[in-house]
């Protein structure tokens, strides 16, 4: 599977608003029994990355935190949290909140006080193969002040390395889900 650098989906809901930072990054798979949805992509989001990044979030939290940044709560029980979630509007895992969901697209994020971002994960049919589907993984950051140009200086380059993994990482947890095959 081949993850390539793209745009923010005309139709996303985050299209028609500007942004001081936009990146968008897509990947294709086959969905046989045409079960995957917006809600399940929103899950995987969460259940899908790998350890280094989860790392890297811990290590943004111990510095952040100190600054007066948010920082997710109760990251002890995020299994727990993880099963319950259902990816509704308002509800919130770790530092994210779910702002978005419709059949196509699930939008998180969050607000602070030097930046905004959002997260779309927008999944559409892939051309005449109705089982073939496109997930567009974007982020949207709109900056409030110079501590948020500031802040968002050395996690750029980590973000351009751990978006596209961790699409790559909710692509495979997607089609290794049971009644996928």
């Known amino acids: 599977m081949s993850i390539k650098k793209s745009n923010l989906p005309l139709t996303s809901m985050l299209a028609n608003s500007s942004y001081d930072y936009v990146d968008s990054f897509e990947g294709?798979?086959?969905?046989?029994?045409?079960?995957?949805?917006?809600?399940?992509?929103?899950?995987?989001?969460?259940s899908s990355g790998p350890?280094?990044?989860?790392?890297?979030?811990?290590?943004?939290?111990?510095?952040?935190?100190?600054?007066?940044?948010?920082?997710?709560?109760?990251?002890?029980?995020?299994?727990?949290?993880?099963?319950?979630f259902k990816c509704e509007v308002g509800e919130r895992l770790g530092l994210f909140q779910v702002y978005h969901r419709d059949e196509n697209e699930v939008i998180i994020g969050e607000d602070d006080k030097h930046l905004d971002f959002r997260v779309?994960?927008?999944?559409?049919?892939?051309?005449?193969?109705?089982?073939?589907?496109t997930l567009t993984l974007s982020t949207v950051?709109?900056?409030?002040?110079?501590?948020?140009?500031?802040?968002?200086?050395?996690?750029?380059?980590?973000?351009?390395?751990i978006v596209p993994t961790m699409l790559k990482s909710i692509i495979n947890n997607l089609k290794a889900t049971p009644n996928h095959q």
Do not use: C
């Not at 100190?66 to 949290?81: A, F, V």
């Not at 950051?141 to 390395?161: A, E």
């Open 28 to 46: 294709s798979f086959i969905d046989k029994n045409e079960n995957i949805d917006a809600a399940k992509v929103g899950k995987a989001f969460f």
């Open 51 to 84: 350890k280094w990044i989860e790392k890297l979030f811990s290590f943004r939290n111990a510095i952040v935190k100190r600054l007066g940044l948010k920082t997710p709560e109760n990251i002890l029980d995020r299994q727990k949290q993880l099963v319950a």
């Open 120 to 133: 779309s994960l927008y999944l559409q049919p892939n051309g005449n193969n109705g089982h073939e589907k």
């Open 141 to 161: 950051v709109k900056f409030h002040s110079w501590l948020g140009r500031l802040y968002f200086f050395p996690v750029k380059p980590f973000h351009k390395l």
